[in-house]
Every structure is written in C-alpha cells, then in structure tokens.
C-alpha cells in the first residue's frame, strides 16, 4: 500500500536555527514528489514539485531535495513567517492518474 | 492571479440536514479534486473529475456524498443526510493533469462544516 509518512509532528525552532523535515514514503512507482504550506484557515499553497532522486529545488529559505526513499525540506535561518503546517505528497504511477497521497504533515513554529 | 474559489466558507447545520459545497476551478485546469481534512486523519481524497468527468469517487461514502461538475466553472459536493463525523474542513482543488506527468494541485481556502 503507498504510504507517506511525515517527521516530526511538530517542530519548534528560534529565530535563526536551520534545521529540516523529513518525508518518507513508499509507493509503487513515483511520478512525483510535492511540498505543499499550509497555514492556519487556509488551503495547502503548492511550494515544490520533485521527480526524480537527486532533484533539488529552491525558494527562499527553502530547499527540497529527494532521494529514492525519502525527501528533505531544509530551512535555512528561519523567520517567524516560515511558521506553518509543511505537508508532502506524493503521485504514483499505478492506480488512478493525479491523485495524491498526502502526509499528516509536520508542523513548525519560529520563535523570534 | 487564478485562484480556486469555495463556497460557503462556514457551515453550521444540523444532523439530517442537507449540505452543498461548491467550487470554482481554475479556468484552463483539467482536473478537480475535493479533499476532506481532519486533524486524526489529515488530507484524505474523497473524488476527482478529469474533463467533468468523474475518475474516481471510491473515497466517499457513497450513500450520504455525491460530487458532480454540471459545468467546468463549477464542481459540487452534496452530504445527504448530514452526521456530526462528516466535521470537517473541505478542500477542493485544481490541476492541469497530463498522461505521464504530474501536476500541481491548487487549493481553495476551503469549507469548514460543522454538524451539530
């Protein structure tokens, strides 16, 4: 059964203090990888789409990288405003055609 | 700047009741997806149309939830009749889903149901 599986359920960081989100997931056969932010009231916003192991994508303070089992969302010097619930999906390419299977996300505070 | 749109944002209602949601999709995208979230079960995706036509419904209930898009400007999910577990936040999505790529979902800001 494809599976993805977020850590840690929440994360507390200062001000400053990088650190990273781990998504690992197990699926037939992946066609794509996404990060997606979620804040408070709102719907998840898309951030990243990774394909292939080795990828790495960037936005701000924010780097995604994928491997073959798992993927990274690194923050670097994070600020109050990186504060939210960060979800990781994944498509696969048995089954339907563009579902995706999501994670229970890992949610960040930012201490200032 | 595209966005999906959703209506109502907040409903309060009570059990046995009747229950529309409503969507407005991304004007290009191909694709819609309504999703469910709770804090015990996260995003779970409960039906998706490629084209208005329905692909997948296996993850509703499908003697209270019905999903239809009589238009590509507007996608619907009725509950009927309404129980106090269908709580929840209701998202819908849309994407430009092509064979053998994959695509971005966006998300409307969603619908918070709430049966009483």
């Known amino acids: 059964e494809d599976q993805v599986t977020q850590s840690p359920e929440a994360l507390r960081l200062q001000e400053g203090e990088s650190s990273s989100l781990n998504c690992s997931y197990t699926?037939?056969?992946?066609?794509?990888l996404f990060w997606y932010r979620q804040d408070p009231g709102k719907g998840p916003e898309f951030l990243f789409t990774?394909?292939?192991a080795g990828e790495e994508k960037e936005k701000e303070r924010l780097k995604a990288t994928l491997t073959k089992k798992e993927s990274f969302l690194h923050i670097t010097a994070p600020k109050p405003e990186d504060s939210a619930t960060y979800l990781c999906?994944?498509?696969?390419?048995?089954?339907?055609?563009?579902?995706?299977?999501f994670g229970k996300g890992t949610k960040l505070s930012v201490k200032p | 700047d595209a966005r999906v749109t959703q209506t109502p944002r907040h409903k309060v209602t009570e059990m046995g009741q009747e229950v529309t949601m409503r969507c407005q999709p991304i004007l290009g995208h191909n694709t819609v997806f309504w999703y469910r979230q709770t804090m015990m079960q996260g995003l779970e995706l409960l039906a998706y149309f490629r084209n208005r036509a329905p692909l997948d419904d296996s993850g509703m209930p499908k003697d209270r939830f019905s999903a239809e898009m009589p238009d590509a400007t507007l996608a619907t999910l009725k509950i009927q009749p309404s129980e106090p577990r269908d709580s929840a936040v209701y998202f819908c999505a849309s994407g430009l889903v092509k064979p053998l790529q994959a695509g971005e979902q966006y998300f409307g800001p969603g619908t918070r149901l709430t049966v009483t």
């Open positions: 990774l394909y292939s």
């Open positions: 699926v037939s056969g992946l066609r794509g």
């Open positions: 999906a994944v498509l696969n390419y048995g089954g339907s055609q563009g579902n995706l299977i």
